[in-house]
């Protein structure tokens, strides 16, 4: 009775074992077409907005020698590549809205003030970054300095992360506990940062 009932739980076990198996066989087949759909469409999204970004960036330098510059730039094949690494960024990225960021930066790096190599340097720190970051660092270019702590300003750590800002304390205002966060100084937009902000200043 005992080994019929020990042959009888293992075939259970076995009939389980294939039912599991064929369920995450199909789970991993329906999801994995519905991933490679879903990159696909965001893959033409992406090639949307930067299409409608590239326009109102090429419409803002219409009838000027910049833009001459900016569609040169495209013969460039150092240009060309630094284009196909922002549309790999783009390609990795789930979010929309960070998708579209990438696409107003690789649509402002027509900036013809700004050499290769800072161009670069900006695509290298819009990775650290995320739309919502844009605004204050667009209002710390503006300002050219805040006052304030980390504390007061959680907005200054990305900025400081990607580079785009420095933060300077102690200047003549002392901190008020010994916590590095509350530490009151000014913060200022770096090279780097104010590069971002001239690249992100044309919108579609």
Request: net charge negative; glycine share 6%.
């Amino acid at each position: 009775m005992v080994e019929l009932l020990t042959v009888t739980g293992l075939l259970r076990g076995l009939r389980l074992a294939v039912w599991a198996k064929r369920r995450i066989e199909h789970w991993e087949g329906t999801n994995t077409a519905n991933l490679r759909d879903a990159v696909e469409i965001a893959k033409k999204d992406y090639q949307l907005q930067l299409n409608a970004c590239l326009e109102s960036r090429l419409n803002a330098l219409e009838g000027t020698t910049e833009q001459e510059e900016g569609l040169a730039a495209l013969l460039d094949e150092e240009f060309l590549l630094l284009q196909l690494v922002y549309q790999d960024d783009a390609f990795r990225e789930p979010r929309a809205k960070r998708r579209l960021m990438i696409a107003q930066a690789a649509a402002g790096s027509f900036a013809a003030e700004l050499s290769l190599a800072e161009l670069a340097r900006v695509q290298r720190a819009m990775r650290e970054l995320d739309p919502e970051d844009i605004a204050p660092l667009q209002a710390l270019v503006a300002a050219e300095s805040i006052h304030g702590t980390y504390v007061e300003h959680p907005e200054w750590e990305p900025l400081v992360a990607a580079g785009c800002a420095r933060f300077e304390g102690n200047i003549g205002f002392g901190s008020v506990t010994d916590d590095p966060n509350h530490e009151t100084g000014k913060l200022f937009a770096t090279r780097t940062g104010r590069h971002v902000d001239a690249v992100m200043g044309t919108k579609p």
